[in-house]
């Protein structure tokens, strides 16, 4: 590891803060969201203190500079995932990502290659998140496109075994995850993206869960659209992003109409401007735009592939401390192959949630419920999990005082 956790520390000053009668902080939530360094801060404030003006729409010396400010932040995401500038759409998370490639489909034209029939099929997996799921659904009903999915087996993978009967000459769109925000486990996309393309369907990947955490080159994974959220990679909340292949953003219709997104307009028709202004209705999330390429290049100067190393090690250290605790079950791989630093887990006889709460007394910050995640919770037979999710700012310590609260709370819920 060529970074120390304790100087990255100093780098978020939420962890100058005690909490629970003066607790250390220990943040095991940021698969949810994570905590924000004083370079993304002061970006977002030096914008709005400086620069502030509507991107695209003024001639006056802000407006050039909200201009240069916003579009380089866009140079700086597709370098971080080695896309083109204008493959780059700023959304307002990735769910917004996401429903504007779903509903996108659905205002598609006959003749399109986005429009949907009930001829045609929608693969989603049972491992997705709400945002990955009830989008396509949704889209399924709208258009009467059949919904069908690849299964979970009890080892926390994605079943492939019929992929064939799955993925089929019908199959318009193949939605996955890339990494599950409850497993941990990391899917195999290689099999998944040859199928999908075998069969002409679109690749739309949920990396809410892996670019935060590992280096991602979208050429090298072969999707068509890749999704993710601003403030799971220590940028600002407010700002997603949608990369897609140009030729298909160029054929996509588009999700919000308005300003800023057109070519030409007379009372009756318009046209749209190119990709990626063509889906940028609107005054766009600026200065969170600039916050998040402020946070790329925090990340970058650490190095993607030395955060994913730290990472690996520290789950490693979780897996094998938690596991020797009693009674409880790590819902999601066993093993540290194939997945990422999440780890949820049930404690016997205790509900997720009270063991939340004690840990929660403890100074520790946790994620409890199904999260987000319904579907995969009944096939992996819980009602809930308590989930600790790590990052380049947490250490052995973290995971240390994670397991000392856990079998305190079995100590104190014994009690009763």
């Given amino acids: 590891m060529s970074f120390s956790v304790a100087e990255v520390r100093k780098d978020f000053p939420i962890f100058e803060r005690t909490i629970r009668d003066g607790k250390r902080l220990v943040y095991l939530d940021s698969g949810a ?29 802000l407006a050039e500079e909200a201009t240069d400010a916003y579009e380089g932040a866009r140079a700086i995401v597709a370098a971080f995932i080695g896309a083109h500038e204008n493959e780059v759409i700023f959304t ?4 917004e990502s996401i429903n504007l490639v779903a509903y996108a489909m659905g205002n598609a034209e006959a003749g399109n290659r986005f429009a949907l029939t009930s001829a045609d099929s929608i693969v989603v997996t049972e491992m997705e998140h709400h945002a990955n799921l009830i989008p396509w659904q949704q889209l ?4 009467g496109a059949q919904l069908s999915w690849f299964k979970v087996t009890q080892d926390s993978r994605l079943d492939l075994s019929n992929i064939e009967q799955i993925i089929t000459p019908k199959t318009k769109v193949v939605a996955v ?5 409850v497993l941990g486990t990391i899917n195999p996309l290689e099999a998944i993206v040859k199928r999908a393309h075998e ?19 979208v050429a090298a994974l072969g999707v068509d659209f890749l999704a993710f959220s601003g403030h799971k990679a220590i940028g600002p909340t407010g700002v997603g992003v ?19 997104m057109i070519e030409t307009v007379t009372m009756t028709s318009a046209t749209w401007a190119p990709v990626p202004q063509k889906f940028e209705a609107g005054v766009p999330n600026m200065a969170q735009a600039v916050g998040l390429g402020a946070a790329f ?13 730290h990472e690996i090690s520290l789950t490693d250290y979780a897996l094998k401390k938690m596991l020797t605790i009693p009674g409880i079950r790590i819902v999601g791989p066993q093993t540290n192959e194939s997945r990422g630093a999440t780890i949820s887990f049930t404690v016997k006889d205790i509900h997720p949630h009270d063991i ?7 100074g520790i910050a946790l994620r409890t419920g199904h999260h987000c995640a319904w579907p995969l919770a009944k096939c992996m037979n819980v009602p809930a999990t308590t989930r600790a999710s790590f990052y380049l700012y947490n250490d052995e310590h973290d995971v240390d005082a994670l397991v000392e609260a856990i079998t305190g709370a079995q100590e104190y819920f014994g009690r009763f």
Avoid at 249 to 260: I, K, N, Q, R, V
């Fill in 33 to 61: 969201t994570a905590q924000k360094p004083w370079a993304v801060i002061n970006a977002e404030s030096d914008f709005y203190s400086k620069h502030n003006a509507a991107v695209h729409r003024g001639a006056h010396q």
């Fill in 92 to 95: 307002k998370s990735a769910t």
């Fill in 140 to 143: 399924a009903k709208r258009t």
């Fill in 177 to 181: 995850t890339h990494q599950s925000n």
């Fill in 199 to 217: 069969v002409g369907a679109v690749v739309v990947l949920d990396a809410c869960q892996s670019v935060p955490h590992m280096s991602v080159d």
């Fill in 242 to 260: 949608l990369w897609g292949k140009a030729q298909l953003l160029d054929e996509l219709p588009p999700f919000l109409t308005g300003g800023s």
């Fill in 297 to 309: 290049q925090y990340l970058s100067a650490l190095g993607m592939d030395q955060i994913r190393a």
């Fill in 356 to 362: 939340g709460q004690y840990v929660d007394s403890q």
